[in-house]
């Protein structure tokens, strides 16, 4: 996969559990904060965007874990977005232990946008995220 963004973390001992690894609802963290800085240092502002009606949403995620991380692993999400359909952003992300590039978790994330709590791609996101350069 030919990635467009990455994001590199360290975990942190609260987001491990009782087995001394990362709690699995901890990598929907990890992959929503890297989604939420892609955008933003795309210039898409989340609040503005909401004054105008219009909110970036998760429709459905999937993910698959391979291994786990443990306290202060170093690690970098690493992103792509593609378009499907005429409603639907994917964003496939990959979680790799740094520095010997584990594969520790791979997700498919379906998002849209609601324009005043419909379904839509309005234009000033579109306008956007058209410089990723989506296929």
Same mark, same amino acid.
């Given at each position: 996969m030919t990635y467009q963004n990455e994001l590199e973390? @360290?975990?942190?001992?609260?987001?491990?559990?009782?087995?001394g690894v990362v709690n699995n609802?901890?990598?929907? /963290? =990890?992959?929503?904060?890297?989604?939420h800085q892609w955008l933003e240092s795309l210039g898409i502002d989340f609040?503005?965007? /909401?004054?105008?009606?219009i909110d970036l949403v998760v429709v459905r995620i *999937? @993910?698959?874990? +391979?291994y786990p991380l443990k306290s202060r692993d170093r690690f970098v999400v690493r992103s792509a977005f593609h378009r499907e359909g005429r409603l639907k952003l994917i964003c496939n992300?990959?979680? =790799?232990? +740094?520095p010997d590039e584990k594969l520790i978790a791979q997700s498919r994330v379906v998002t849209t946008a609601l324009q005043n709590g419909r379904?839509?791609?309005?234009?000033? @996101?579109?306008?956007?995220? *058209?410089?990723?350069d989506i296929p």
């Amino acid at each position: 996969m030919t990635y467009q963004n990455e994001l590199e973390f @360290v975990v942190r001992d609260y987001e491990c559990d009782l087995q001394g690894v990362v709690n699995n609802a901890n990598y929907l /963290h =990890y992959f929503e904060h890297a989604r939420h800085q892609w955008l933003e240092s795309l210039g898409i502002d989340f609040a503005a965007l /909401h004054k105008d009606g219009i909110d970036l949403v998760v429709v459905r995620i *999937e @993910v698959d874990y +391979t291994y786990p991380l443990k306290s202060r692993d170093r690690f970098v999400v690493r992103s792509a977005f593609h378009r499907e359909g005429r409603l639907k952003l994917i964003c496939n992300q990959d979680i =790799y232990r +740094t520095p010997d590039e584990k594969l520790i978790a791979q997700s498919r994330v379906v998002t849209t946008a609601l324009q005043n709590g419909r379904p839509a791609l309005p234009a000033a @996101v579109i306008e956007k995220i *058209e410089k990723i350069d989506i296929p």
